[in-house]
């Protein structure tokens, strides 16, 4: 089973978030439609991709700005903006 899994990695696509964090944007970008493909609307992908690079520069400031020790401490920067985004 870990060898059918190990093989079947290599046919799995990168992820549009992960393209973006690399600053590979022009490839996010054919990866989120490549995925979204039919199921919705192209506004929808244009929406979705607008959010998406929002969430990814502020995810990048976040961790620029977050000391690596907050991450064993109370409530850091990071789960305060999850709290106030998802409330």
């Known amino acids: 089973m870990p ?3 190990a093989v079947g990695l290599f046919f799995v696509p990168e992820s549009p978030r992960w393209l973006l964090h690399k ?3 022009q490839q996010a970008r054919r990866a989120l439609e490549r995925l ?3 199921a919705v ?3 929808a992908v244009e929406l979705e991709w607008l959010e998406m690079n929002k969430g990814v520069e502020e995810e990048l400031r976040l ?3 977050t000391p690596f020790m907050d ?3 109370g409530q850091s920067p990071v789960t305060t903006l999850l ?3 998802f409330d």
Do not use: C, H, I
């Open 23 to 25: 600053g590979r944007d």
């Open 63 to 65: 961790a620029k700005n």
């Open 41 to 43: 609307s192209a506004e």
């Open 36 to 38: 979204r493909y039919g």
């Open 3 to 5: 060898t059918v899994l």
């Open 71 to 73: 991450m064993f401490r």
């Open 83 to 85: 709290y106030v985004t």
